[in-house]
């Protein structure tokens, strides 16, 4: 094995105005990364199921914007700075084959995540949920036909309450062959702004991030509203299905899960996408006929928050997630609030 090799192309421009109180700059790149590090399956024969090769191309290419404005009204300085990327991530040479990457374990799910030529990596590959059999004429309804001219039913071991599947290859089956790309765990943009205001003594300073267009497979929800075991569930499983027109959107309770409900699916896919104050902070300088006595050279009084609030349509605890996309037990972020006094002798 070998050290990754990267090759990366940047056009850029800078523009200042004003004495630099107003800059703005762009850049398109692209960045190739070659050798990746990459599990590669082997033969079962070796004792081994993988090893680690040097094997595969990845393609990140994008633009990134910053700006910047600073001006004073008074005795109020202000200061705005802002910057937001938008990459478009492609594997583009790992070989024939699609690989799996991450999984959910202990006879839950199956294989969430996987890398394919021409696709991003890490892409979620699963079935397509189409509402709930609502009762068994439904069930005797989604049916196929085939070349013998005879009819069977596509989803024969459903029952109502049961999630219907969508047969996307026209079989008349529900197998692995039915699956589809349900998710990118790559956000498509990626933004920050920073805001400082200060007037006399006082300062205030506003952080702000956020990620746009990618989506999460919140895995906490296989096990907290699968209801496929004796396991403690949400309060959400309360509005599961109990009969004709009760639900639409989850399915019954049933041991086991014999119709494979929480199977890998577009139905645990959410838009992961989030706008968070991540930071505020307000502190004092406090003036220097103050402190001369005390031979400081300044002295500053400040209380901080972090993680105040975050803005988000994803249900589970925390947007931010690990980089592979998939939500799994991941513990809440905290908020944090801290108060302290900065001294310069």
Known sequence: MKWETSEQTDLGIDLRFFNSALTFSADYFVKKTKDMLLSMPIPLYTSYGSMTVNSGTVKNEGIEFEASYRFKVGEVNLGINGNASYVKNTVTDQGPDRVGLNNIGGGMGGQVSWRENGRPYGFFYGYLHDGIFQNQQEIDSYTYVDSNGKTQLIQPNAKPGDIRFKDL??????????????????????????????????????????????????????????????????????????????????????????????????????????????????????????????????????????????????????PEVDINGIDNNRYPISRTLSLGVNFNF
């Not at 991030?209 to 499983?237: P, Y």
């Not at 639409?248 to 645990?268: C, E, G, H, I, T």
């Open 169 to 318: 290859n026209n079989d008349g089956k529900i197998n692995e062959d039915d699956r589809t790309v349900i998710g990118n765990p790559s956000p498509k943009w990626i933004f920050s702004m920073n805001n400082n205001l200060s007037y006399k003594g006082f300062d205030l300073s506003i952080y702000l991030q956020g990620v746009s267009g990618n989506d999460i497979f919140n895995a906490n929800n296989i096990t907290n509203e699968g209801m496929a075991g004796a396991a403690n569930q949400t309060t959400e499983v309360l509005n599961r299905w109990t009969g004709e027109g009760t639900s639409y959107v989850m399915p019954r309770a049933v041991l086991n899960d014999p119709a494979k409900n929480n199977r890998v699916s577009d139905r645990w896919v959410e838009d992961g996408s989030y706008l968070r104050i991540k930071n505020i902070t307000l502190g004092y300088n406090f003036p220097k006929k103050w402190i001369k006595k005390l031979t400081l050279e300044n002295a500053r009084l400040f209380v901080s928050c972090d993680n105040v609030a975050t803005i988000t349509g994803y249900s589970g605890f925390d």
